[in-house]
């Protein structure tokens, strides 16, 4: 990990990125390639409390500062807060009304904010019309806006967690599943989670698969219904484990899906927080997902991810960063229908996701097993 050198007059940079869990996994790249560039920087990272555990241990990020609410209130009051430190270049990631504000109160001669090409983005949704030249991550876009600091496209997302949230995450884990992990933190040292920071013990061999039904946009979920059938056949011709991952909003959705799979298949959905989904992600052999954010921590974690996209296409930015695994996705000439997601299907059809069969993303799963 970088340590700071000694400076008089060292270099100071605040990111800003405020949500959602996708999109700031996703910094993670360019909040590395910035201090190994410049080591001794103070590399400075404004966002939300809710998601703050995803950077909260990052050895590259000097100080976390949060907003305190999401009125604009707050905005100007954190704003307000940070605008003794002088920037020497502020970065806004988000792009948004509240990442606005608070560029505008900041005290700092560089401010860089992200492209997020609006023309081209609604050429291609509204009228089909394809201006990118070829698929570009979100994550070439932020290094895109840092680049006055000559900070080179590298590497992968990651997350890093303290060994005490990873023991806590491993007894909770274990008290749903039954599974036992061999794990020796027990301090205050960050660890990069991924496949090999955690060992199983006991007489465990069957794979663990995780999968998440659920999105924010129904546009973007396969259907409860496919993945039931997926997590049945998994465990009956793999004997797989099966983990249902989501948010407390999902309980009841992914309780039943695990009854509907039956044997095997516990419910995480609500149960876990983001530090504990980590983990257990990282147990992992593969992620089944739709769009989500869960999908990015996947990605994060170096488990195989095997993404099912519908309303939405890689020009967008928001495909699987480096990650192992394979998206799932149909060509149509109504996708894509948006950038975000939406309610429901404009053309009433539901194309992209009703004619993805349980046989293809079951073949796709089998490959990394």
Known sequence: MPKNKPNKNPLRILLIRFSSIGDIIL?????????????????????????????????????????????????????????KIKYDYIFDLHRSTRSLISRLLLNSENIYKLDKNYIKRLLLIYFKIRLYKKPYSVVNRYFDTVKVLNAAVQGKTEVWLTQDKITKALS???????????????????????????????????????????AKWKTKEWGDYRFIELGQRLRDESGALIQILGG??????????????????????????????????????????NDTGVMHLGS??????????????EELGFFPYNSKGEVVQLDLSCRPCTAKGLPACPKKHFRCMKDISIDKVYSAVKKYL
Request: proline residues 4%.
């Open 300 to 313: 994060a974690v170096s488990i195989p991810v095997i993404a099912i996209f519908g309303s939405t296409t």
């Open 172 to 214: 909770i884990i274990k008290g749903m599943s039954g599974v036992d992990y061999l794990y020796s933190g027990e301090s205050d040292k960050v660890e990069k989670i991924d496949q090999n920071t955690i060992n199983r013990k006991g007489k465990l061999t069957c794979k663990i698969i995780s999968l998440m039904p659920f």
């Open 248 to 289: 407390r909003e999902d309980s009841k959705r992914a309780e039943k899906i695990a009854r509907g799979i039956g044997k095997n298949a516990v419910s995480f959905a609500g149960r876990l927080t983001l530090a504990e989904t980590t983990v257990a992600l990282s147990l992992s052999d593969c992620l089944v997902t």
């Open 27 to 83: 910094t993670t790249p360019i909040i590395k390639a910035l201090k190994e560039k410049h080591p001794d920087v103070i590399l400075d990272f404004l966002t939300l409390p809710e998601y703050s555990v995803l950077l909260s241990d990052n050895p590259f990020i000097d100080n976390l500062f949060l907003l305190n609410g999401r009125s604009f209130k707050h905005v100007v009051n954190k704003a307000l807060a940070l605008r």
